[in-house]
């Protein structure tokens, strides 16, 4: 239960995240950064796949976690699983994105990606004791 | 025949060996699963539709991502609703005026335009604190004067500001001939100007007397490279402004100051 609970927790947070970048995206607002790039990060081409920013898929996935944490069984445990390792996945492209091409880096993506790799550890855990 | 059984704690019997090692390689199928999901899925994305197609990114001068740049340009109507009027950009009731000196083939004022040009638009042009005023220069080369032309006869279209943007986003390799009819005619295009009547303009006294005029004022402030900077609060006479950093939060802070002084 305490497993789920952390899920549960952690898909909240990268849902905020996720939700404060959507949020800019469609606002059209900078972003409040420390880093100095996040705003070049933003607008890159990689902020965006097929014309929907990655932050809002972003918001989408973590509220799939966040429903699947509270759901018993083997199923729910691979389908986060699954969803978590797309997630951390893709956010290890994007983490190449910043240091290469991009070349800013954006701290709510590194944000991002600490709670989605924590993410990625918990299902993982969760559906080896799964039973 | 018993099972053999994992053992057991307080009388609870634990479940048959056999059936506890089947649960697990089951659950390492279902992890191999996911993880080969994961790995077909963002494959996918990256190949199809992940932006990593262009080349030219990763190999790109400072700023000049073009088609990054290109898409944001064109997507966010930045200067929507600011008025220009020449070369300058924003309300001519503006207490103080920041100069820019640029040159369309520098890198470092694609970066600035791409990076912080639209935060000093959003916290000091839109609020009416400051006006900002183009004024372009040619030193590096051939390419730098075709730009030049361009933005300048943009400027008497009152679009100046507009022009510019569009060609620092497509800003290409120094004097490689990226200034090219093509490209003006694009970014005139995509800055929502009379493209035509711009490229008809590009050498008219209008324009060479405007080139001059921008050489005079930065001889006589002492413009050593681009972009420099220079604020004017009348009735006193430019100041240059001591810049250490192009990025947006430490260039805003030191615009800031300068106006607070």
Known sequence: MRLRVALAALA???????????????????????????????????AELAGAPVALLGVVAYTVLFALAWVRGMAAAF????????????????????????????????????????????????????? | MRSV???????????????????????????LAAIGVAVVVVGAVVLVGGGGGNGNAATSAPGSDASSATSRVAKRPLLAGIPQRGLTLGRAAAPATLIEFADPQCPYCAQWSNETFPAVVREFVKPGKVRLEFRGLHFLGPDSEKGLRAVLAAGLQNRAWNMIEQLYARQGAENSGWVNDDTLREAGSAAGIDVEKMMAQRYSARVSAQIVANDNLASQLGVRGTPTFALVRPPANPQPLEVGSL????????????LGA
């Open chain 1, 12 to 46: 909240v947070a990268g849902a905020g995240i996720a939700a404060y970048l959507t949020y800019v995206h469609y606002a059209d607002v900078a972003p409040v950064c420390s880093t100095g790039g996040c705003e070049k990060v933003q607008t890159s081409k990689y």
């Open chain 2, 5 to 31: 059984t994992t053992g057991s704690y307080g009388g609870k019997p634990r479940a048959p060996l056999h059936h506890v090692c089947m649960a697990r390689n089951a659950r390492l199928l279902l992890l």
């Open chain 2, 247 to 258: 990025l947006p939060g430490d260039f805003t802070a030191t615009l800031s100051a300068a």
């Open chain 1, 79 to 131: 389908a986060g699983t699954t969803v978590a390792l797309v997630g951390v996945a893709f956010s290890g492209y994007l983490l190449w994105a910043q240091l290469g091409p991009i070349g800013a880096i954006c701290q709510w993506c590194i944000g991002n990606d600490v709670v989605s790799a924590a993410l990625a550890a918990l299902c993982v855990t969760r559906l080896l004791r799964e039973t």
